[in-house]
């Protein structure tokens, strides 16, 4: 069974850090797309970041650029999305998910085939 599973979610002040982890079953990371994604409360889903594992080429939403990083550890078959200098617009529900597809690069708003159930980060004061 295909399965998504993210977690390390939760509240933390503005600048502060959070890693959130996507864990994998049911299938392998290694040559596949996979990315986060966030819905904010009346806003719609949008790309944060997305990492490609053919090339190992990663892509960012200008919003995080220089703030978020993705990474994967494939014997863990996990990826990671390490946020530091986190602001309250941050806030929402983030999603893990992947593209069964082998490409080299990806786009932030990537067609996913499969999403875990979502985490919450809250950013405030």
């Known amino acids: 069974q295909l399965q998504l599973v993210e977690s390390g979610g939760g509240l933390v002040q503005p600048g502060g850090s959070l890693r959130l982890s996507c864990a994998a079953s049911g299938f392998t990371l290694d040559y596949y797309v996979i990315g986060w994604f966030r819905q904010a409360p009346g806003n719609e889903r949008e790309g944060v970041s997305c990492?490609?594992?053919?090339?190992?080429?990663?892509n960012y939403a200008d919003s995080v650029k220089g703030r978020f990083t993705i990474s994967r550890d494939n014997a863990k078959n996990t990826v990671y999305l390490q946020m530091n200098s986190l602001k309250p617009e941050d806030t929402a529900v983030y999603y893990c998910?992947?593209?069964?597809?082998?490409?080299?690069?990806?786009?932030?708003?990537?067609?996913?085939?499969?999403w875990g159930q979502g985490t919450q980060v809250t950013v405030s004061s």
């Open positions: 990492s490609s594992g053919k090339s190992g080429s990663t």
């Open positions: 998910a992947v593209d069964f597809t082998v490409q080299f690069m990806c786009a932030i708003d990537f067609q996913a085939d499969d």
